[in-house]
């Protein structure tokens, strides 16, 4: 079986990985820092990161005959504005220097994700 992306195999491995430690440093580091508010908004974060790297893992593994590689690059994308802009909007307002743009970057990478997800869609119906 030829593996159709490794660009999402090695994504989702890094995404993987960093979502553990971010977790990690969310639970431990982070905790007596922020409100329990924050701490969520941050958990959410590494959530939707760790539940797509484990997706491009999956994306990576697919047969080469189906046309995905707009749906992996998407999600890749998606999931680095989401979880990246979040990560950054509850450290910089915990530590007293929010960075406001990065609100409204938080909802196009979730909006990249369902792109993604819904571009997977087209590629699925067109095997039946």
Excluded at 10 to 16: E, K, P, R
Excluded at 42 to 52: A, D, L, R
Excluded at 77 to 84: E, H, K, N, P, Y
Excluded at 85 to 91: D, F, Q, R, V, W
Aim: proline share 2%.
């Amino acid at each position: 079986m030829e593996i159709v992306n490794t660009t999402a195999l090695i994504a989702g491995s890094i995404y993987g990985a960093l979502a553990i430690i971010l977790g990690a440093f969310g639970a431990h580091a982070l905790k007596k820092h922020m409100t329990a508010e924050r701490l969520e908004s941050f958990e959410v974060g590494v959530k939707y990161q760790m539940y797509h790297a484990i997706f491009l893992v999956v994306l990576g593994l697919m047969p080469a005959q189906l046309d995905i590689r707009g749906a992996i690059n998407i999600i890749i994308i998606g999931v680095f504005l989401f979880s990246f802009s979040i990560y950054g909007l509850t450290l910089s307002t915990t530590f007293k220097k929010k960075i406001k743009i990065l609100g409204p970057i938080t909802p196009i990478g979730g909006l990249c994700m369902v792109i993604g997800w819904v571009m997977l869609l087209i590629q699925f119906i067109k095997l039946l």
